[in-house]
């Protein structure tokens, strides 16, 4: 396993559709993934293709998947006061009340999604932000179908502040999940990023869990079982 931050790398929340790498459709945080597992795969495919064509099939597609996972898909952000937007793709497996999350006082609302390995694997900001703080924390290796994964396994947590009334602040995790997979942080502290900006991707199987502190005026849109988008699906509004 292992982690990088690398504010140099740091995403836009949208891209012009003339860029080359919007065309293509695939995001520079895989180039390294793609170049090292799909080139090989797809070497390993030729080379078996000159004597044996069916045996380069199964290399082949593999070669095609490593391209695919690692793609960008263009994603509308939703534009208006107090919304929430999902930080992942995937099903949201748990929505929890907590008496407390240990960065602010008071009860949070826990919203955990599950990604699988077809998910898209980008991690998006909920809420116009500034970055606080980020904290990578080692550990184990559980599959994250298992809540528990959370609290164990490898993560990126970033604490940030809403940049609209009431500033309030939220926390993200980034979960790693049992493959050999790596945690991309593309923001340090101090980073300013608009709602459904790109601030990391957590490659080859993962769980992303948001935290929201227990204001008044917050209203949940979603439930367990739902599927969600990344920028797009919203998951919470403060009620004005």
């Known amino acids: 396993m292992s982690a990088q931050c690398d504010t140099s790398r740091m995403p836009a929340a949208e891209e012009r559709f003339d860029s080359p790498r919007r065309l293509l459709a695939i995001t520079r945080m895989g180039l390294a993934e793609i170049l090292l597992y799909?080139?090989?795969?797809?070497?390993?495919?030729?080379?078996?293709?000159?004597?044996?064509?069916?045996?380069?099939?199964?290399?082949?597609?593999?070669?095609?998947?490593v391209v695919w996972f690692f793609r960008d898909p263009h994603r509308t952000i939703p534009d208006g006061p107090g919304l929430f937007v999902a930080p992942a793709d995937g099903v949201v497996t748990h929505v929890e009340e907590l008496p407390e999350v240990g960065v602010w006082d008071g009860p949070a609302v826990k919203i955990s999604i599950y990604l699988s390995l077809f998910s898209v694997h980008l991690n998006r900001l909920p809420q116009q932000a500034r970055l606080l703080e980020v904290r990578q924390l080692p550990g184990r290796h559980r599959k994250t179908?298992?809540?528990?994964?959370?609290?164990?396994?490898?993560?990126?947590?970033?604490?940030?502040?809403?940049?609209?009334?009431?500033?309030?602040?939220?926390?993200?995790?980034?979960?790693?999940?049992?493959?050999?997979?790596?945690?991309?942080?593309?923001?340090?502290?101090?980073?300013v990023l608009p709602r459904g900006a790109r601030f990391g991707?957590?490659?080859?199987?993962?769980?992303?869990?948001?935290?929201?502190?227990?204001?008044?005026?917050?209203?949940?849109?979603?439930?367990?079982?739902?599927?969600?988008?990344?920028?797009?699906?919203?998951?919470?509004?403060?009620?004005?």
């Open 38 to 65: 799909g080139g090989g795969l797809a070497l390993i495919a030729v080379g078996l293709a000159i004597r044996w064509p069916w045996a380069a099939v199964p290399p082949a597609l593999l070669a095609g998947f």
């Open 201 to 240: 991707m957590i490659k080859f199987g993962s769980r992303t869990e948001l935290y929201l502190p227990r204001h008044p005026a917050l209203r949940l849109s979603i439930r367990p079982g739902d599927r969600v988008r990344a920028g797009t699906s919203v998951v919470a509004r403060l009620s004005e």
């Open 145 to 191: 179908r298992d809540p528990r994964s959370a609290e164990v396994n490898e993560q990126y947590r970033t604490l940030w502040e809403s940049l609209d009334p009431p500033h309030l602040r939220f926390l993200v995790k980034q979960v790693a999940g049992p493959l050999v997979s790596s945690i991309v942080c593309a923001v340090g502290p101090g980073t």
